[in-house]
């Protein structure tokens, strides 16, 4: 399956949306579930589906992450290629600054037309294309094998949620030969209740022709927003692929304290035993139905507790003081809680802060605080 795929990585997020958990760290390396971050989704999702090789697009701080993935993706049969850096990177000297290239990239398309080099090589058949901040598990395998066995442009990945929501996401809409027939950005009446999962795999050759033929035109130089709509008008041959299971698309504090809590509750469609483990790989963690302090939560082996946790999730090396009470929140690596202190629907941060989500978000849980 491998042979021929170019697996790329857009990871420009700076998390402006995620308040205090943003602060001092990129969008994906936001650390989730008790065991990952949220750029470890599809990474693991690649290396399970048998490529050797993913391509990181990132601009925003590229240093931090290509640092950090350095350390945690460089591994006998599966890396991270980093670009015009990766040469320093496999050399064992690590990041280089170099000389800018040419205009700032504004886009997801921006980052692949910029490092065309590195994206449309010789052996590149297809341009699989992921993202970096959303929580699922997949075999990209199928959704390839499709595309390729119907001669395919563009194959987006879909899935079916309340029509409600669909307001939020990419709308897709299919004829009755699978044919993608209306893609539209945002909705504000949708028509339909599919949505675009945000990976697809394109034809190479044809995702670099309109690329190229946007490029320098008044465009939006976004994948979602210019190339597809682009292609749709063209008349390319673009079909869907559905993602069965759970998919969630990690946007604001909102829905990352609400995945967490479902998670904790049994109410996910993935089971902690299906996250990666990158964060303190040697520390087991299980979800706990009921033991002393402990009710319905993942915990980590480590976990120093003298009060009570619920319906949480906590990271390797957190300690919750005497009498505590923690209920549906979400500790981060090495979070101290202290004695006495009850913390309702919150996360609390590796220095101690308490962030409550809002309540303005459509998909968001309710938002709390402590109570003393």
Not at 69 to 92: K, Q
Not at 146 to 153: D, F, I, Q
Not at 235 to 257: A, F, K, M, Q, S
Not at 263 to 281: H, M, N, T
Request: with cysteine; proline share 6%.
């Amino acid at each position: 399956m491998a042979d021929g795929v170019r697996a790329v990585l857009l990871a420009g997020g700076e998390g402006r949306r995620m308040g205090r958990l943003g602060h001092g760290r990129l969008k994906p390396l936001v650390p989730f579930g008790g065991s990952c971050r949220l750029i470890d989704f599809s990474l693991a999702n690649a290396a399970a589906s048998g490529l050797d090789e993913v391509l990181l697009l990132s601009q925003y701080e590229e240093r931090q992450l290509m640092d950090d993935l350095h350390r945690t993706w460089w591994r006998p049969g599966f890396r991270v290629h980093f670009g015009p850096h990766d040469h320093y990177y496999r050399e064992g000297d690590g990041y280089r600054p170099l000389a800018s290239a040419g205009p700032p990239e504004r886009g997801t398309a921006d980052a692949l037309i910029r490092k065309a080099p590195f994206v449309f090589g010789p052996a590149a058949s297809e341009v699989l294309v992921l993202h970096a901040d959303h929580v699922y598990r997949f075999d990209y395998g199928p959704l390839i094998e499709r595309h390729r066995t119907h001669g395919a442009a563009l194959t987006v990945a879909y899935q079916r949620i309340e029509r409600r929501y669909v307001h939020l996401f990419g709308m897709v809409e299919f004829d009755a030969a699978g044919q993608l027939t209306s893609f539209v950005e945002k909705p504000a009446e949708p028509t339909s209740d599919l949505v675009f999962a945000a990976f697809c795999v394109f034809d190479a050759a044809t995702l670099h022709r309109y690329l190229e033929k946007l490029d320098g035109t008044g465009w939006q130089h976004d994948i979602s927003r210019d190339v597809i709509p682009a292609m749709l008008a063209g008349g390319e041959r673009i079909l869907g692929h559905e993602v069965p299971g759970h998919w969630e698309d990690i946007g604001t504090v909102d829905r990352y304290h609400r995945a967490h809590v479902a998670l904790a509750s049994g109410e996910s469609g993935l089971s902690i035993r299906q996250l990666p483990c990158v964060i303190r790989p040697d520390v087991p963690r299980e979800l706990v139905v009921s033991a002393l302090g402990i009710e319905r939560s993942v915990v980590p082996a480590d976990l120093v507790n003298a009060g009570r946790i619920e319906r949480s999730v906590a990271f390797p090396g957190v300690s919750i003081g005497a009498g505590a009470l923690v209920s549906r929140s979400v500790l981060l690596p090495g979070a101290t809680v202290p004695a006495g202190a009850e913390i309702d629907s919150a996360i609390v941060l590796e220095d101690g802060h308490v962030q409550h989500p809002a309540t303005s978000d459509p998909l968001g849980g309710t938002s709390g605080g402590p109570r003393a």
